[in-house]
T-cell receptor
Framework: GQNIDQPTEMTATEGAIVQINCTYQ??????LFWYQQHAGEAPTFLSY??LDGLEEKGRFSSFLSRSKGYSYLLLKELQMKDSASYLC??????????WGAGTKLIIKP | SQTIHQWPATLVQPVGSPLSLECTVE??????LYWYRQAAGRGLQLLFY??????ISSEVPQNLSASRPQDRQFILSSKKLLLSDSGFYLC?????????????FGSGTQLSVL
């Protein structure tokens, strides 16, 4: 079967750095997405990786290793507004999105 | 710019009652449209997607149905709701022109079936 694994919950301190990991086992690979979702709201797109390596976008970076079936989202200079769930999703060989359950990130002052 | 509208935001319905959730997209034409359900602690579950008017693909067999009567309108329906239909429903669209096909989500509908 197809599977996306992320930690259920993480806690970090304001101003610090946090890395949220995502491992996947899918039938084929056509890209990996990270979305941010604040409680009770819709997910919003953060990043997309299809080739190995690091994609940097401001305070957020996303890394992909296709050979390891692994990605991480790195958040720097954490702010209270970064408290949210972070969803990892992989597009499989049929171009269908497989979603992880999300990682709830709690930021403490 | 493109916008997506989804309503209502919150809905409380008795078991056995009908359901109609509506979603409209503005500022784009011929989008891919999606209905997802999100249960607490679980990943997004794709319910239906549509690549054009009248073209609906169902991913999960259930008592829900979807229709696309116009290019930018997507409707989720049920004739008789079950308790298990409770959840957070999200409409989304993507532009097929883009290689990444990232999704843009509506604000969601929290459905409680009692």
């Amino acid at each position: 079967g197809q599977n996306i694994d992320q930690p259920t919950e993480m806690t970090a301190t304001e101003g610090a750095i946090v890395q949220i990991n995502c491992t996947y086992q899918t039938s084929g690979f056509n890209g990996l997405f990270w979305y941010q979702q604040h409680a009770g709201e819709a997910p919003t797109f953060l990043s997309y990786n299809v080739l190995d390596g690091l994609e940097e976008k401001g305070r957020f970076s996303s890394f992909l290793s296709r050979s390891k079936g692994y990605s991480y989202l790195l958040l720097k200079e954490l702010q209270m507004k970064d408290s949210a769930s972070y969803l990892c999703a992989v597009k499989d060989s049929n171009y269908q999105l497989i979603w992880g359950a999300g990682t709830k990130l709690i930021i403490k002052p | 710019s493109q916008t997506i509208h989804q309503w209502p935001a919150t809905l409380v319905q008795p078991v056995g009652s009908p359901l109609s959730l509506e979603c409209t997209v503005e500022g784009t034409s011929n989008p891919n449209l999606y209905w997802y359900r999100q249960a607490a602690g679980r990943g997004l579950q794709l319910l239906f997607y549509s690549v054009g008017i009248g073209q609906i693909s169902s991913e999960v067999p259930q008592n829900l149905s979807a229709s696309r009567p116009q290019d930018r309108q997507f409707i989720l329906s049920s004739k008789k709701l079950l308790l298990s239909d409770s959840g957070f429903y999200l409409c989304a669209w993507s532009d097929r022109v883009w290689d990444t096909e990232k999704l843009f989500f509506g604000s969601g509908t929290q459905l409680s079936v009692l």
